[in-house]
Nanobody, 119 residues
Framework: QVQLVESGGGLVQEGGSLRLSCAAS????????MGWYRQAPGKQRELVAG???????NYADSMKGRFTISRDTAKNTVYLQMNSLKAEDTAVYYC?????????????WGKGTTVTVSS
């Protein structure tokens, strides 16, 4: 069974920074992609950033220039560096791992880590 464990959440003031970590129980390059999603109270879960097995990254428009996704394959860990945080960034952040093809797929989620940005 694949396990993903997030850490690094906490309370931070607007304009501050946090780095989230996602530790996987197996090689992260064995997945098609890994990513970070977030969900605020009363809202749907949304994509924050993703990284493919080949190292290609993508971001939601509102995150570009502020957030950076990276990885350490030796540690089986994916990171999300968050700078210039805003109150609207407050949410539970989830790590995701995906592996799929045209016929079938596998999708895994961590339990989340809470980020609270004070205004």
């Amino acid at each position: 069974q694949v396990q993903l464990v997030e850490s690094g959440g906490g309370l931070v003031q607007e304009g501050g920074s946090l780095r989230l970590s996602c530790a996987a129980s197996r090689s992260i390059v064995s997945f098609s992609s890994m990513g970070w999603y977030r969900q605020a109270p009363g809202k749907q879960r949304e994509l924050v950033a993703g990284i493919s097995s080949g190292g290609i990254t993508n971001y939601a428009d509102s995150m570009k220039g502020r957030f950076t996704i990276s990885r350490d394959t030796a540690k089986n860990t994916v990171y999300l560096q968050m700078n210039s945080l805003k109150a609207e960034d407050t949410a539970v952040y989830y790590c995701n791992a995906y592996r799929g093809n045209y016929a079938q797929s596998e999708d895994y989620w961590g339990k989340g880590t809470t980020v609270t940005v004070s205004s």
